[in-house]
């Protein structure tokens, strides 16, 4: 008997920290989530509200007619509607109003978690141009570079051209990789040269280029983030570098990298 109550009393000590870490798995994830949740249940709610009022609309118009026919006619007829109609929409209302909330908290939650990384992002970048500007000084521009170049061959290694696709522009033949979109394409230095400073001409003038817009001129496609990444003259001009690696498949690759960094909310 006492070792069947142990063995029970053992279950129930395994079964609660198994219940503790589910809850809190659930938690994790809900609070991850709120936004799209929040959303969703903002817009079933719109959807609920509609039909919500569709339906109630026969019995309003019901209760309407009844009031009218106990009315004098001399009164304005909006009032009638309204007396007669109004709590038949009560349900509805209630689900629009908190469906409303809904999509408000959403949006809150969305803002607040932007301010957050675009915080972050700045610090780290701060951070990043603090390190790199002490490394240089600590060991040399030319070792800086050779650490640069140490640092493209591995890119090129862990993105093999072999399992890439490689983008085909009229702007040359040399195999160019790009460190932020991970794509391989084929460009020149020349004219990649010849980009920079264009768009550094548009810079002075237009105060800040998007990420796109570089990769319209070098001849590939926008990507998902490029509109929120970019230049901004304040932070200096665009200044690419170049680094000569061979892929995998011997191939000579022009690394391209950017000393000055795309940054988010460049406008």
Request: include cysteine; charge should be neutral; proline fraction near 3%.
């Amino acid at each position: 008997m006492g070792d069947t109550k142990n063995l029970e009393t053992k279950g129930e000590n395994m079964n609660k920290p198994n219940l503790s870490k589910i809850a809190k798995s659930i938690r994790t994830v809900v609070n991850k989530r709120s936004p799209e949740i929040l959303t969703g249940i903002g817009i079933a709610g719109m959807i609920t509200t509609t039909v919500m009022a569709v339906k109630a609309t026969p019995k309003a118009l019901v209760l309407i007619e009844e009031r009218y026919r106990d009315e004098s006619d001399e009164r304005p007829r909006w009032k009638t509607y309204i007396k007669g109609a109004w709590t038949c929409y009560i349900p509805s209302a209630v689900v629009g109003t908190l469906s409303i909330f809904c999509l408000i908290g959403a949006s809150s939650v969305n803002v607040r978690r932007n301010a957050a990384l675009a915080t972050a992002y700045t610090l780290s970048e701060s951070a990043l141009k603090e390190y790199q500007e002490k490394v240089i000084e600590t060991i040399g521009e030319k070792k800086e570079e050779s650490v640069r170049d140490a640092v493209a061959k591995d890119r090129v290694d862990r993105n093999p051209v072999s399992s890439r696709e490689v983008i085909i522009t009229e702007r040359g033949n040399t195999l160019c990789y790009d460190v932020i979109s991970g794509r391989y394409f084929k460009s020149d230095m020349d004219k990649l040269k010849k980009i920079e400073n264009e768009l550094n001409r548009r810079l002075r003038d237009e105060m800040y280029i998007s990420l796109n817009e570089f990769y319209y001129e070098i001849g590939i496609n926008p990507i998902s983030i490029g509109y929120d990444l970019g230049w901004n003259i304040d932070h200096g001009y665009i200044e690419l570098t170049f680094s000569s690696q061979l892929a995998d498949e011997g191939t000579p690759c022009l690394v391209i990298d950017y000393r000055v960094a795309p940054r988010y909310e460049y406008h």
